[in-house]
C-alpha cells in the first residue's frame, strides 16, 4: 500500500530499539521534515514520556555522519575511507562475489550477522533469516540475549508472558534483580512508584549502585555470579519456616518434594558465604517476601549473564508458586511479556528453508569463526551484517579485528553510520531510521502492539532493511513472490490476527490510535495463574523440570534467528548453585593474576552501541570510565580520574577511574556501548569478555569475568 507523506502533521510511530518500553511516539513533521519526537500521552504505558536516549530522535536523522549512500572501500580496512557508488553497482558486486564464493566454496561460506539494532517485526531480528535461509547460508544462532534466562524460565513455569507489567502498582513487595529499571526500563517506573505510595516495599538485588538501588528499601549486593545461591537459601527459608502456600503447592506445581531436600544444603549461611550478604538479611528478605501479599519479581537481561545464570533463573522461577504470590493481580514473576503477542515466528523465519544440517554458528564465536579458531570447512569468505555492530557489543575483540581485517574476507555492511564494524566493510548500504519507514513493534516489556508509520521520505538513499533484502533476492535470482512482499504485507501476515488476544484489534484501530493492548484483562484484575493454568507440559511449576530430562530440549524460538538451540549436555532437574568460572573475590588469592570481577552494564545514555556516537549522549557519559571500589583503588595506587589500564588475557582497554561505592570491593564496573574510534587505546570491555557460555541456552557470561587493573 503506497500512502502520501505529509508535509506538515504528527504522525504515529514506535521506539524501534531493543528496550522492554517500546514507547508509542508522536513524530512531528514541519515541511517534509522531522522538528521533534515526544512520548504519547494517550499510551497507558509511555505516558507521554521518552527517554535520554530517544527524546531528541531528530539529531539522529539529520547527523552530519549520517551514511546516506551505498559506499565502497577505498582505503585499507578499517581505515574508514570510502567512496561513492549507485545501488546498481553495490547490489550487482555482491551478486557477483557472493555467486563466485558460492561456486568454489557452496553457500555456508557466507555468514549473516545480525541482532536487534531495530526491533520492529518488518525490519528487525527476522528480517534477512528467509533470504540467507534460501541463500544456504551459515546460520546465525543468536543467543546474545536472554536465551538462558529464556530457556530457564520455560522450563519451570512455560512460555506465559507472567504478570502484567502494570499490575506492580498493586504489589505488596517487590524485588527487582538485576534490572536497573530507571535506565534500562524506565516506563516501569511509575507503576512502582505508585506500590510504594501504596505501603508496597522494594527491594533491589544488583552487585551495582545505580538510580535505582538508590530508590529502594533494601539492596542487596550478592558478589556476580552468585544469585542462585541467594535464590535457593530463600527456598530453603521459605520450605523451613513453613511459610508455603501448601494449596497452592499442592494443586499447582510438581516437583515440591524433590526441591525440599535438595535444598537442604543451601542455608543462609551458605549463601553469606557465597554471595557475601548477611545471613540475617537473608532470612528476613525470605521471610517478607513470603508474608507479604502480593509479591512480586522482576528480572533483568543482566541476570543470566554467569556460569549458572540459568539456574538462577530457574530458582527465581519456584518461589511466586511456593508463596502463592499468582493467585493476586500484583503478584507473580515478570520476565517477557513478549510470550503473550501472536506473532508467527515461523512465517518470519522461514527455517523450512534452510537445508536440514546447514552449519549452525553462534555469534559470541565470530572472533573464532574469521580467525581460523573453529577450523571451519569450508572457511568463512563473506560476511554481511546489518542491525548490529559486533566490534562493540560481541566478545574477542582483538581476534574479531584480526578476522575483519582479512583481505579475503568480503564484508557488507548496511548501516545508519560508519560505526566501528563498518569500518572494515568492502561495501556500505545506508539504511533508514524509525521515522522513514513503516514496522509494528511487539514488546517485552508491556502487553501493546504499536504501529509505527514512516513520517518523512529517507535521508539520501537509504533504505529500510525489508526493501534490501527484497533486491537482494531479486539479484540472486529468488522468484518465489514470498521474497516480493510489501511492508503492509509483511506487517500482515506476521501476527495470527484470529488469536483470541488479538480479539478487537485491527490494522484500522492501530491506523487510528496507533497501539492497542492484547486482549486481556485490566491490571488491576489480571492474574493468569490464580488457578494454575502453566503452559508445561505437565500445567504446572515445574520445580523438577520435565524438559530436563535426557538432557536436551528445545526453546520455543522467538529470538535465535532461524534455529532452535539444544542443550547437548545433561541438564539438572532440579535448581542448582553452579560457582562463577573466573571469579576470584570469594577469597583473596595471593598473587593471582586477575583478582577482579568485572561487570559490564548498559550505559544509561547508550542503547548498546546505539547513541555512542552523539553529542549530547556523550554530553553525559563522556569518555569510558571504570568504577572502583576504595579498598581496591588504594591497594592499586589509583585515584578518581586517573587513566587505567583494564586487561586480563583476552585482552585489555584504557578507562578513567572512578572511586567509589557505585562498585562493591572485589569488582570493577566498566559500563558498554563506547566505540572503539572514540576509545583510548582502540579498545572496549568487549576486549575482555569471555567467550565461553552458560549452563542454558547458549547465554553469554558478560559478568563472569575476572581481570586486573593497573594505572596507565
Known amino acids: 500500500m503506497t500512502r502520501t507523506l505529509a508535509h506538515d502533521a504528527t504522525v504515529l510511530g514506535a521506539c524501534p530499539h531493543d528496550c522492554p518500553d517500546t514507547c508509542s511516539m508522536l513524530v512531528k513533521v514541519a515541511q517534509g521534515k522531522v522538528t521533534g519526537v515526544q512520548g504519547n500521552p494517550a499510551h497507558p504505558f509511555t505516558k507521554g514520556r521518552l527517554c535520554a536516549k530517544t527524546s531528541h530522535y531528530q539529531e539522529r536523522v539529520y547527523h552530519p555522519e549520517r551514511l546516506l549512500y ?13 567512496e561513492r557508488i549507485s545501488w546498481d553497482e553495490a547490489l550487482a558486486t555482491i551478486g557477483e562475489r557472493w555467486r563466485a564464493i558460492i561456486e568454489a566454496d557452496g553457500p555456508t561460506a557466507i555468514l549473516p550477522y545480525s541482532y536487534l539494532g531495530t526491533q520492529g517485526i518488518v525490519n528487525g531480528l527476522t528480517v534477512g533469516d528467509p533470504f540467507f535461509n534460501k541463500l544456504g547460508a551459515t546460520i546465525s544462532e543468536r543467543t546474545f540475549c536472554d536465551s538462558g534466562a529464556s530457556t ?5 513455569v512455560g512460555p506465559t508472558p507472567g504478570m502484567d507489567p502494570e499490575s506492580l502498582a498493586h504489589s505488596r513487595f517487590i524485588i527487582l534483580w538485576a534490572c536497573n529499571v530507571l535506565s534500562t526500563n524506565a516506563h516501569l517506573w511509575p507503576f512502582i512508584d505508585q506500590a510504594r505510595k501504596n505501603g508496597a516495599k522494594l527491594v533491589v538485588i544488583d552487585p551495582v549502585r545505580t538510580g535505582t538501588t538508590a530508590m529502594a528499601d533494601l539492596h542487596l549486593r550478592p558478589r556476580p555470579g552468585t544469585d542462585a545461591a541467594l535464590a535457593l537459601a530463600m527456598i530453603h527459608v521459605i520450605i523451613r519456616e513453613g511459610l508455603v502456600d501448601r494449596d497452592y503447592v499442592d494443586r499447582h506445581t510438581i516437583g515440591f518434594d524433590e526441591l525440599s531436600a535438595h535444598v537442604a544444603p543451601y542455608t543462609p549461611e551458605f549463601a553469606a558465604a557465597e554471595t557475601g550478604i548477611d545471613a540475617g538479611i537473608i532470612w ?3 521471610r517478607d517476601y513470603a508474608s507479604a501479599q502480593p509479591s512480586a519479581i522482576r528480572i533483568g537481561v543482566a541476570i543470566e549473564r554467569s556460569a549458572g545464570g540459568g539456574q538462577v533463573v530457574r530458582a527465581i522461577a519456584c518461589l511466586p508458586a511456593l508463596v502463592g504470590a499468582w493467585r493476586r493481580p500484583g503478584g507473580g514473576l515478570l520476565q517477557l511479556p513478549l510470550w503473550a503477542f501472536p506473532v508467527r515466528w515461523d512465517h518470519l523465519h522461514r527455517a523450512d528453508l534452510a537445508t536440514p544440517g546447514t552449519r549452525v554458528i553462534n555469534q559470541w564465536k565470530l572472533g573464532a569463526a574469521l580467525t581460523g579458531g573453529l577450523k571451519l570447512d569450508p572457511p568463512i569468505r563473506a560476511l554481511f551484517v546489518y ?21 579475503g574476507l568480503f564484508t557488507v555492511v548496511s548501516e545508519q553510520f560508519i560505526t566501528d564494524t563498518a569500518r572494515y566493510a568492502d561495501l556500505l548500504l545506508p539504511a533508514t531510521t524509525q521515522v522513514e519507514q513503516d514496522d509494528l513493534m511487539f ?18 538513499e537509504a533504505i529500510s532493511n525489508a526493501e534490501l533484502f527484497r533486491r537482494l533476492a531479486a539479484v540472486m535470482g529468488f522468484d518465489d513472490p514470498f521474497f516480493q512482499r510489501s511492508d503492509d504485507t509483511i506487517l500482515r501476515e506476521s501476527l495470527d490476527w484470529d488469536a483470541p488476544t488479538m480479539q478487537g484489534i485491527s490494522m ?4 487510528k490510535q496507533g497501539y492497542a493492548r492484547l486482549n486481556l484483562p485490566a491490571a488491576d484484575v489480571y492474574a493468569p495463574h490464580a488457578e494454575g493454568g502453566f503452559p508445561t507440559p505437565s500445567g504446572m511449576v515445574e520445580m523438577k523440570a520435565s524438559m530436563a530430562a535426557g538432557g536436551n530440549f528445545v526453546l520455543p ?4 534467528g532461524s534455529h532452535e538451540h539444544q542443550s547437548g549436555t545433561p541438564v539438572p532437574a532440579l535448581p542448582t548453585y553452579t560457582p562463577p568460572r573466573e571469579s576470584g573475590i570469594r577469597e583473596a588469592v595471593p598473587g593471582a593474576r586477575h583478582p577482579l570481577a568485572m561487570m559490564s552494564p548498559k550505559s544509561h545514555s547508550f542503547l548498546n552501541s546505539t547513541y555512542a556516537n552523539h553529542r549530547r549522549q556523550l554530553a553525559r557519559d563522556r569518555e569510558q570510565r571504570l568504577y572502583m571500589h576504595p579498598l581496591d583503588a588504594e591497594a592499586r595506587g589509583i585515584r578518581s580520574d586517573d587513566l587505567v589500564r583494564v586487561k586480563n588475557d583476552r585482552g585489555a582497554f584504557v578507562a578513567v577511574a572512578k572511586v567509589g561505592d557505585e562498585a562493591m570491593p572485589g569488582v570493577v564496573v566498566a559500563p558498554m556501548g563506547y566505540w572503539i574510534a572514540g576509545s583510548r587505546a582502540q579498545a572496549t570491555p568487549a576486549a575482555l569478555n569471555p567467550t565461553a557460555l552458560g549452563d542454558l541456552g547458549g547465554a553469554p557470561t558478560f559478568s563472569d569475568n575476572a581481570v586486573e587493573v593497573e594505572r596507565a
Open 70 to 82: 551505498p559506499m565502497r572501500r577505498s582505503g585499507p580496512k578499517g581505515s574508514g575511507a570510502f
Open 152 to 156: 530457564a524460565y520455560v522450563m519451570t
Open 284 to 286: 528476613s528478605l525470605a
Open 387 to 407: 542491525n548490529s555492530n559486533p566490534l562493540v557489543v560481541a566478545p574477542d575483540q582483538l581476534r574479531l579485528k584480526e578476522g575483519l581485517a582479512r583481505e
Open 443 to 460: 514488546s517485552w516489556g508491556h502487553l501493546y502492539l504499536t504501529l509505527n508509520r514512516q513520517a518523512v521520505v529517507p535521508q539520501g
Open 508 to 511: 484500522e484501530r492501530l491506523e
Open 557 to 560: 524460538t522467538f529470538r535465535q
